[in-house]
């Protein structure tokens, strides 16, 4: 019983006693269910603390009243049977006592339950050759520096690193990893820019030597826009053991490892995929996809914007299985899934919505275009189906 609504109503015909048998004992479990739920029935009891809310919305006019009703208590606003000018004929009678009661329990148990799920931002941690740790989201606007001087500058979510070329045999090496619901932006050395999606790690040299330029991804996803240099091919190596090869392009790796493939999808140029002894050349609008358990790679002619909206602000589901859907919101806004009905992961829907908008515009527009209910408890989102 986490209805706001229904526990102020049992509380308010308490008050009056009109309580049924069935339902006091509905109040006495859930105020006997913790602290909060105890301190919340108190105060939500006190006879002091309703006749002040009492008089609170009594002076002020109707139409005020109604929008600060349903402002503060969703639940109100929400119930079609509710006519504000029936309503207030009647309020002095039941609503005001239930509205006090309602709004009470609001403000002393629901607040201090309530866990604010928000979309990722920029952020991500450095490690240097050195072992030590910088959080960029704490150092914008600064450079960082080692031994030798300026190593990159910080500024406006980018890490940018000084131009150049190493001159030792020995390279640097540093990692930039990026958390659930975290994104960043990296300049290597090279004039290559890199964006890391949540949950991302890649060690890169600070500077790269006279030969292949070569990185590794440890894990996660990143788009790549590689700086042109027929001389020095770009070679980024994943955990598994592949690796994509390039001189000059734009495309996206896809590594995580809960997903049953590794995927490279090509914007612009030439890449080549390379698996063991099987490698694949890749041309703009076609995508790899090495399957983990089969080790077995697949090409396949794809929208490349699909797979690359993350990187433009946006969540696009083009008939994607609702299993890839969440697994996408959990990195993203740092959620639990649970759904027990593997029938309901396998459906697809199709969708796009602003990846920095509220979690529940999100939950909207699932439930919009598919048969699933989804409650958001704290950090876990229970699906079910409708």
């Excluded at 909060?36 to 809310?53: F, L, N």
């Excluded at 983990?292 to 008939?319: H, P």
Aim: with cysteine; aromatic share 8%.
């Amino acid at each position: 019983m986490k209805n706001i609504f229904d526990i102020a109503k049992l509380i308010s015909k308490e008050k009056v006693g009109q309580l049924t048998d069935e339902e006091t004992r509905q109040l006495t479990i859930w105020k006997e269910s913790g602290r909060a739920e105890e301190s919340a029935y108190k105060r939500a009891s006190d006879y002091k603390c309703i006749q002040e809310k009492q008089e609170f919305y009594s002076k002020i006019n109707e139409e005020k009243q109604w929008s600060q009703i349903t402002k503060r208590i969703p639940e109100l606003g929400e119930r079609p049977i509710f006519r504000l000018r029936n309503v207030m004929k009647w309020a002095a009678i039941f609503l005001l006592p239930l509205l006090a009661t309602t709004y009470l329990l609001n403000e002393v148990y629901w607040s201090q339950n309530e866990v604010l799920v928000e979309a990722g931002s920029p952020k991500a941690s450095l490690q240097l050759a050195n072992g030590k740790t910088i959080y960029l989201e704490d150092f914008q606007g600064k450079e960082i520096k080692t031994g030798k001087g300026k190593l990159a500058s910080n500024q406006n979510n980018s890490l940018v690193y000084q131009a150049g070329e190493a001159t030792e045999d020995v390279l640097a090496y540093n990692k930039i990893s990026t958390p659930v619901q975290g994104e960043y932006t990296l300049v290597l050395s090279d004039g290559t820019k890199v964006q890391l999606n949540a949950q991302t790690s890649i060690e890169y040299p600070v500077e790269f030597g006279k030969g292949k330029r070569e990185l590794k991804l440890l894990g996660g996803e990143a788009c790549f826009e590689v700086a042109k240099d027929a001389k020095r091919p770009f070679i980024v190596h994943l955990a598994n053991g592949s690796e994509v090869e390039v001189l000059g392009t734009v495309f996206n790796v896809m590594a995580y490892a809960d997903e049953a493939e590794i995927q490279t999808t090509l914007v612009e140029g030439k890449v080549k995929f390379a698996f063991g002894e099987k490698n694949v050349i890749l041309a703009p609008g076609e995508q790899s996809g090495l399957n983990r358990n089969t080790s077995k790679i697949q090409v396949r002619e794809v929208d490349a914007s699909e797979f690359l909206a993350w990187r433009d602000g946006k969540f696009l589901f083009d008939k994607e299985p609702l299993g890839s859907v969440f697994r996408k919101v959990s990195r993203w806004y740092g959620v639990e899934v649970n759904c027990k009905d593997q029938a309901l992961l396998e459906r697809r829907i199709s969708g796009v919505i602003n990846r920095y908008e509220n979690i529940d515009k999100l939950i909207s527009l699932i439930e919009e275009v598919s048969p699933v209910q989804i409650d958001l408890d704290k950090r876990e989102m229970i699906v079910s189906k409708k």
